[in-house]
């Protein structure tokens, strides 16, 4: 698989060495930089753009790629509440694209997990609530996966759920669900001990996407609720 990347920091350069251990090869490799000089026709030289940059960079970076016709599998977090007219967009142009505001597959299992805990406790008096830590270079807050986790066990509670977020040196990604009751306290967690699960979860979203047309996530990819 050809992959372009775009945004080549942490993520970026994570991805680049586990792609080029897979045997795929990486064509492009775009950052602040050399975003400017970067044109469609060499986007086009590959099969598949992978986009981890910045929250405010995302939707420009997702429209150029769709302008292209190539897939885009997009990590970046802070500007899902632009997804529902993105998503018109892929449609218009017969795109594709695949969005995770975390590609761990154990984050995704853990999404479902919750889903299962909140449903179990509904009705038994229990308050929800979130904490997520990061590295302190993160730029949004809450994080992504903090608040796609609020929307999951909104859905089931029907009442909104406060995040609380931490920076603290290095942290790759700490999530905590609070279920409190005047009785007890269940907790479930998600603790990243690095980057590997993003990065790999990206590659496997990258390859699932290649041939095919729509927004996706992953549910889609792993068939969880
Ligand atoms: N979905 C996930 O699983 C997941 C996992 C980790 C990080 N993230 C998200 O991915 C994003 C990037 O994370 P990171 O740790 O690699 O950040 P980083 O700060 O290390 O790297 C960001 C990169 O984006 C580049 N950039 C800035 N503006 C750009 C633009 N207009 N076009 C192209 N590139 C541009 C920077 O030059 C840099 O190379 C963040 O939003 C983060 O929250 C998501
Ligand atoms: O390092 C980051 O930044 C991360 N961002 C995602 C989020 O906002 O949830 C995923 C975890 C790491």
Known sequence: MKI???GYGKMGRYIDRLATEDGDEVV?????DNRDTVTVAQLQTADVVIEFSRPDAAVANIEWVLSAGVPVVVGTTGWLEQLPQLTERVTAANGALFWASNF???VNIYFSAARQL????RGQ???ATIEETHH???VDAPSGTALTLAEVVEEVLGHRIPITSHREPDVPGTHVLRLR?????LELAHTAHSREGFARGAL???RWLRERKGVYTMRDLLGTD
Do not use: M
């Not at 909140?118 to 406790?121: H, S």
């Open 204 to 206: 496997a979203a990258a």
């Open 125 to 127: 008096g229990y308050t």
């Open 28 to 32: 492009l490799r775009i950052d602040a």
């Open 181 to 185: 009751s005047p009785i007890d306290t």
């Open 118 to 121: 909140a449903a179990a406790l």
């Open 4 to 6: 372009a990347l775009l």
């Open 104 to 106: 761990s597959i154990g």
């Open 136 to 138: 302190t270079e993160k």
